[in-house]
């Protein structure tokens, strides 16, 4: 059964920064695509950044050039580094896996914490 695992939340002042890592268990492929997406309090889950096995990375607006995403495919692991926090930026931040084929199959972590705050 296919495991993802988030770790790196936590809090942190305005202007500080974060690294997240999710490590998936217990899958014998790769992801072809890997991602972050958060949700804020009373508000739905959008998608902070995503990265695919090959091909053009995706951030959402409000995150880009203040946070980065990158993957380590021999370890089926995705990362996101986050600085510049802004107190907007606090959420549950879920890691997602996606693999496409026979209708495609998207994977998700319970999620980790990230509150902004002074």
């Known amino acids: 059964q296919v495991q993802l695992v988030e770790s790196g939340g936590g809090l942190v002042q305005p202007g500080g920064s974060l690294r997240l890592s999710c490590a998936a268990s217990g899958s014998v492929f790769s992801f072809d695509v890997m991602g972050w997406y958060r949700q804020a309090p009373g508000k739905q889950r959008e998608l902070a950044a995503r990265i695919p096995s090959f091909g053009i990375i995706k951030y959402a607006d409000s995150v880009k050039g203040r946070f980065t995403i990158s993957r380590d495919n021999a370890k089926n692991t995705v990362y996101l580094q986050m600085n510049s926090l802004k107190p907007e930026d606090t959420a549950v931040y879920y890691c997602?896996?996606?693999?496409?084929?026979?209708?495609?199959?998207?994977?998700w972590g319970k999620g980790t914490l990230v509150t902004v705050s002074s």
């Open positions: 997602n896996g996606y693999k496409a084929g026979s209708g495609g199959m998207d994977y």
